[in-house]
């Protein structure tokens, strides 16, 4: 018998990966990067937030392997003797942390509300869409900025954890209208089905019906979306956090790190910013590429 990544190869979804190489190449640096993040405390060279462990005459050393005792830096250092290396591996982890439980709450709030208007309709669907029209009239990073700035200035001596979910709302405050739009345009064609009016005739309550049998004919839009809006909770991440309302300054994500490095720029220490943004650009491209393959995967007119 095959185990599951073998059948999953041999299916219509695996045969248009291993055709595609833009898709295996896109798959292969976002492990490489997600992986690097997630364990960074393995992987990476340095704790570069390891205060006892600084040296400030390590500061602003170009990228290459220089000597110093026992140290090499590859990357080059910071303005305070950090790693680049090691600072963009954890950087990075606390980006894909805040992008991917944004996106989350996103979908757990927009596929719930877009099933419930779509399959009960009525006046509850005419307020949720009302709703869903208020929050696409603000920019969403307009909305982030307000409600991160308002969480930072109402709990300034909140704990990490406090503020990095403030953050994760202000992300998905509008992140969610998109999920519901679409559940409900699917839900509006999945209702009038037959199976759906067996189930009714049959004494199905309406909540079952919708989760044991309209909510899974309704998730692959969904998981499309999904995809390509984590590069864009990332990025929205790092812009946040490089206007100085995102992660804290204790815990700097890529955005914190580009923010610090902007200062260095123009002064010859572009390594500072160049190599953190080159890993969000990495991130943001591979998971986006990867959405892009998936929605062609996924679409029976493509095949």
Known sequence: MKNPLARWLDSDVGYSFRTSPVAMLAALIA???IFCAAFAGWVAPHNPFDLSALELSDARL???WSE???TKYLLGTDDQGR?????VMYGARISLVVGLA???LSVLVGVTLGLISGFRGGWIDAVLMRLCDVMLSFPPILIALLIAGVGRALFPNAHESLAFGVL???ISLTGWVQYARTVRGSTLVERNKEYVQA???TGVSSWRIMVRHVLPNVLGPVLVLATIQVATAIITEATLSFLGVGAPPTSPSLGTLIRVGNDYLFSGEW???VFPGLMLVLIALSVNLLGDWLRDALNPRLR
């Open 102 to 104: 944004s996106v989350l």
């Open 168 to 170: 994760i709302i202000s």
């Open 199 to 201: 189930a009714r005739v």
């Open 271 to 273: 390594w500072i910013t």
């Open 83 to 87: 790693d680049i290396l090691s600072a």
């Open 31 to 33: 492990f490489v990067c």
């Open 62 to 64: 170009p990228p290459a």
């Open 68 to 70: 110093l005792g026992s």
